[in-house]
Each structure stands twice: as structure tokens, then as C-alpha cells.
């Protein structure tokens, strides 16, 4: 069953704020007319530990495996990569 990220982001601001229920309705609604149907993305995590990466590199890690390791997907991976360069 997927999370109904929409309600728990409500039950969060109710309990952060002193906002009255008809308010977080009408967030409810808003919420759900503006993007419902589409993808959920929340990064949960922080910078990407570019040192971590280069350290991996000189091991001769494979980049696949050093995304899946750290958690990451391979272009992020190429992506920091090659700003490091820049």
C-alpha cells in the first residue's frame, strides 16, 4: 500500500502549529489539485560525499557499485564527478 504523503504532511503541520482543521483541509485539497498524480520526491539525505566517491574511484570501484553503495544513482554519481573536474 503506497503512504498518502499529502495526509501525513497535514498531521505534520497540525502538530508544528496551532492551525485549525477547516485550514488544513483546504491545504489538503490544494495540495491534492496542484499535484495529484504525480511522483513523490523527498531527499532525505545530504551532500553527496564527493571524498567518499574519489576514495572508492582509486580502489577501483565500479561506479555502479559505488552508487548502490552510498546510495546513490550512478548520474549523480557522474554528476558530482564531473563538477569536481570543472
Known sequence: ???????????????????????????ERTVRSEFGGQE???RSRGPVPVEMIEQRLRQRMPVDAIAQDLGYGRTTIYRHLKRKKS
Do not use: G, H, W, Y
Not at 500500500?1 to 477547516?22: G, H, W, Y
Open 1 to 27: 500500500m503506497k503512504r498518502d504523503f499529502v495526509r501525513e504532511l497535514t498531521a505534520i503541520v497540525s502538530q508544528s502549529a496551532d492551525v485549525p482543521p477547516e485550514a488544513l483541509t483546504r491545504i
Open 40 to 42: 513523490v520526491f523527498i
